[in-house]
């Protein structure tokens, strides 16, 4: 591949899919920022990446934040040189814009229950900040970087992109938006040398989705058996399983026609129609 050397800013690093990308274009040979918030998160993946040979920087960095973003550039630029592969994995929901039942129901209003007219706008405008903006001002902060040198951008869609979940109104839009602003900004690049995709996982268990899927004694919730009742491979997606298309998104040699696009990888949930 043709991924040594490269210098690879990751936000959201700390996660746990992102911590999985991380790992993965180490071992590829990329030296990798980790941009995090959560510095002690990100700080573990270093180390992670670090006993096994790989070169990392930990940086604690708010996405939503310019001048955050500016001082971690510069603590790249000065630790690996300029970025040639930015991934932007930072992201989530927040419990304010969650329903608590999938169908609007006669007196919901009154009873004791989150309904869609109880969703907080502050919840929405987290959610739509962090997908949407956390998207486009790390882009705008290292895209230039890139500009003529075969630069590549990964954005993290997901299936709410292609058709809303139920319950989650604002992350489905948020990610709605991800994959279309992937392809405004795989065409307004498209002659500078720069490529744009995404990749919209299926169903991974993280610490964020946990809770939604399984009970505290770790059975499936009713939920979890409605996702692996329209993933035709019936099961959850391992975070290794998004390390290949990762890869071949990010190697030009592999991919350099490749721009503008959103791929799934969930295990035929996309695919499937339900009957």
Request: proline share 3%; hydrophobic share 45%.
């Amino acid at each position: 591949m043709s991924l040594k050397n490269k210098t690879a800013v990751i936000t959201g690093a700390g996660g746990v899919l992102c911590s999985v990308f991380a790992k993965a274009l180490a071992e590829a040979g990329c030296k990798v920022a980790l941009l995090d918030i959560n510095a002690q998160a990100a700080g573990r993946v270093e180390a992670e990446i670090k006993s096994a040979g790989g070169q990392a920087l930990a940086i604690q960095c708010d996405v939503l934040e310019k001048d955050s973003l500016t001082a971690a550039r510069e603590q790249v630029h000065a630790a690996f040189g300029k970025c040639d592969l930015l991934l932007n994995g930072a992201g989530g929901n927040s419990p304010k814009c969650t329903t608590a039942k999938e169908y609007y129901e006669d007196g919901d209003i009154a009873a004791d229950t989150v309904s869609f007219f109880d969703l907080e706008k502050s919840g929405f405008d987290f959610v739509f900040s962090l997908n949407l903006m956390g998207t486009l001002l790390p882009t705008q902060t290292f895209a230039g970087d890139m500009l003529g040198r075969e630069g590549v951008i990964i954005n993290i869609s997901s299936m709410n992109a292609f058709t809303p979940l139920t319950k989650i109104p604002a992350y489905s839009a948020a990610k709605a938006a991800v994959s279309n602003f992937t392809q405004w900004l795989a065409v307004h690049f498209a002659a500078s040398g720069l490529r744009v995709n995404a990749i919209a996982p299926g169903f991974f268990v993280t610490q964020q989705n946990y809770a939604l899927l399984f009970n505290d004694d770790g059975t499936p919730t009713a939920r979890s058996d409605k996702i692996l009742a329209a993933t035709p491979m019936g099961r959850y997606g391992k975070p290794e399983e998004l390390a290949g298309t990762l890869l071949w998104l990010l190697d030009s040699e592999q991919s350099g026609f490749v721009t503008g696009t959103v791929i799934p990888v969930d295990g035929g949930f996309s695919a499937y129609s339900g009957v």
